[in-house]
């Protein structure tokens, strides 16, 4: 017959031991034993714990999409901007192209004065190509700027949960070892992991 193992972290390890006390020494307390009021506390403190600590790693996940979704949009800023360039690259030619003919046929009232129309136009059309190429380029520099931000925040965000998972990790070797100045460093470290989680939702 095949045996199924369960893979359990120190948060249902933690409360096991504070449902079961520190003297049941099994899967049932022996009767007429008092709940171990310290297991009780530290049990509480790790399932508060847990639940701040997936709310960290869920902001993590989120800003980490967040950061991606900017790079795409700065890649595809990027290409419409070199796409831009060139069309404006293209009008130069096609205004020198005008410039040449005006001076050819300079002596041809007719033929100078539609180059020189044309000389007009693609200075027009320059000009507004150039712009929306540069538009293009500041949007890529917010989007790069945007993805560095969220990348940063995610880091944040990350840092806060590992430092969360230590914190549940001491305490529930604090219940095992039963060694109280274990839990004044989970509680440290937990301090820590808010820390740095309020600092990343402040967005520093």
Not at 13 to 36: K, Q, R
Not at 80 to 91: I, M, R
Not at 144 to 156: G, Y
Request: no cysteine.
């Amino acid at each position: 017959m095949s045996e199924e193992f369960e893979v359990r972290g120190p948060h249902e390890e933690a409360l096991e031991h504070a449902g079961h006390g520190a003297h049941g020494g099994g899967h049932h307390a022996a009767p007429g034993v008092a709940p171990d009021p310290f297991a009780g506390r530290v049990a509480v403190m790790t399932a508060i714990l847990a639940t701040i600590g997936a709310v960290f790693s869920y902001q993590g996940g989120s800003t980490e999409g967040l950061a991606l979704f900017y790079k795409n949009e700065a890649a595809i800023r990027k290409t419409e901007a070199a796409n831009q360039w060139n069309y404006y690259q293209a009008k130069g030619e096609k205004q020198n192209l005008a410039e040449l003919g005006a001076a050819l046929a300079a002596s041809d009232a007719k033929a100078s004065a539609k180059f020189t129309a044309d000389l007009a136009k693609y200075a027009q059309q320059k000009t507004a190509i150039r712009e929306h190429a540069e538009a293009l380029e500041k949007g890529v520099r917010e989007a790069d700027e945007a993805s560095e931000h969220q990348l940063h925040l995610h880091h944040r965000w990350a840092q806060a949960t590992t430092l969360t998972q230590v914190a549940i990790s001491l305490a529930a070797i604090t219940l095992l070892t039963r060694r109280r100045w274990l839990l004044a460093g989970a509680f440290g470290v937990a301090v820590a992991g808010v820390a740095v989680g309020g600092a990343a939702l402040l967005g520093l």
